[in-house]
């Protein structure tokens, strides 16, 4: 029996993460927010950690096969607009969050998840909201600003799980066998 790819659980919940903020940014908390503002920084945090733990390659398949997944959802449980706008704003941010983790990946642990999740927050957040709502009449804007205070606040929060996956994945590495 083949072995499972050590990422494909990373694959799941991306596009669980994904799916579920494309619904969720169709209902609006109020001018500022949707719902979505408050799952989606999570997609970060799963790149994040499967970059950690896997490298830059499996992170990046990580991030096309929770983009064909998502997509995929997102279709059939979301608009077509929202899920066009989601996939390109997605697929773009993600790599670039890859890009800027593998490279900082040396530094101090808290540096490459809070710069790569908030360079791909800014760009995530630009492309997703302009191209999902832009004359549309909706408040989209409102929603853009929100939305990115949100992923910055949620981005620290995030790195409390990314610490303790941190620290669990070099204390098993560095354990003796036997």
Not at 60 to 78: E, I, K, W
Not at 139 to 157: N, S, Y
Not at 166 to 172: I, L, M, P, S, T
Request: proline fraction near 7%; charged fraction near 10%.
């Amino acid at each position: 029996m083949p072995k499972t790819p050590p990422f494909v659980p990373f694959v799941i919940a991306m596009a669980a993460v994904v799916t579920a903020s494309n619904v969720l940014v169709q209902h609006p908390i109020n001018d500022w927010l949707t719902w979505g503002a408050l799952s989606y920084p999570v997609a970060f945090l799963v790149t994040d950690l499967a970059n950690r733990a896997h490298g830059p390659a499996a992170a990046r398949r990580v991030v096309v096969a929770g983009f064909v997944a998502a997509v995929l959802m997102s279709v059939l449980l979301a608009t077509p607009r929202i899920a066009l706008a989601s996939g390109s704003a997605f697929l773009a941010a993600q790599l670039l969050d890859v890009q800027v983790f593998d490279r900082l990946r040396r530094r101090r642990w808290w540096l490459p998840p809070l710069v790569s999740s908030t360079l791909g927050s800014v760009l995530d957040t630009a492309l997703f909201f302009s191209l999902a709502f832009a004359f549309t009449g909706l408040p989209w804007v409102t929603w853009a600003i929100g939305d990115f205070g949100v992923k910055m606040a949620v981005a620290l929060i995030m790195l409390v799980p990314f610490r303790v996956a941190y620290v669990w994945w070099r204390d098993v590495r560095t354990a003796p066998s036997g």
